[in-house]
């Protein structure tokens, strides 16, 4: 018997909360689950081997995630799509690799790849005349993909979803769905039977490329989870309001939240 864990490393919207300028909106700086760094998720496999460590995301807050996180290996960075701050921490990864003194194996969906390595070129093949080898080897992220390592299989389904007038990817692993941006979901979407989901919440109001809170709660009841926790949250959303303002199967994410199942 081994667990899967998901660990929730970020939660806040683009800017962060605070936002720069110590901008709090309405959320209470005197409660520390309110302070949220940018999306990302850890999944590991915890094993009588060892632990396999798969990245969702590599935000602009990447580096302190992983200290807090105690983590300095990787088996694969996912990535949900290309926007800026879901992918602008890529450079430190360079640590991960050498700690660990192999390339780090990413996998991306085409729109994705091809944003990705347009501005990190170097990091994935070597520039006439530098010095630095490249650290990452892309891949195509597949609808299902199996990531190996220490601590047994991570098997991880993905599939479309819209952000906007952006197409992004969507992650199952093990009955908990990840969808940190987005905007509509296709009709064919494989939402059946969650155990819990992780979903964008950005606001009260609606936003034409991201879901609302209103909507967010729409779609709980639609889909039926178990459990979902809202992710990507602006200023305006109060940790301890949300969670006061949710039925008792939802709740607001924090940093360093984490969930726990048995395979």
């Known amino acids: 018997m081994s667990e899967i864990k998901f660990t929730i490393l970020g939660c806040g919207s683009s800017g962060g909360v605070p ?3 110590n901008n709090w909106g309405a959320c209470d700086p005197q409660n520390p689950r309110n302070l949220r760094t940018r999306c990302s998720l850890l999944v590991q496999r915890i094993g009588t081997e060892g632990i396999t460590n798969v990245l969702i995301d590599t935000s602009p807050d990447m580096r302190q995630q992983l200290l807090n996180a ?7 960075v996912i990535y949900t799509h290309e926007h800026a701050d879901h992918v602008h921490g890529l450079d430190d990864l360079r640590m991960i690799v050498i700690n660990m003194r192999k390339l780090i194996n990413v996998y991306a969906a085409p729109s994705a790849r091809a944003a990705i390595m347009g501005r990190f070129g170097y990091a994935f093949e070597k520039p006439i005349g530098s010095p630095y080898p490249p650290i990452l080897k892309m ?11 220490a601590g047994g299989p991570i098997s991880i389904d993905s599939f479309d979803v819209d952000h906007g007038n952006i197409t992004v990817r969507a992650l199952r692993i093990n009955d908990v769905l990840y969808t940190p941006d987005i905007s509509a979901i296709p009709a064919d979407a494989p939402m059946q039977n969650l155990d819990c989901w992780i979903l964008d919440a950005l606001r009260y109001t609606p936003h034409p490329s991201h879901t609302h809170f209103e909507q967010s709660l729409e779609w709980i009841e639609k889909y039926a989870p178990k459990r979902a926790i809202l992710t990507n949250m602006h200023v305006d959303l109060d940790y301890q ?8 199967h939802v709740t607001a994410a924090y940093d360093g939240l984490e969930i726990t199942a048995k395979i």
């Open 139 to 149: 891949h195509d992220l597949l609808t299902t993909l199996t990531i190996d390592g």
């Open 241 to 248: 309001t949300i969670c006061d303002d949710t039925p008792e």
């Open 19 to 21: 936002r720069i300028g």
């Open 70 to 76: 105690k983590v300095g290996e990787l088996d694969a």
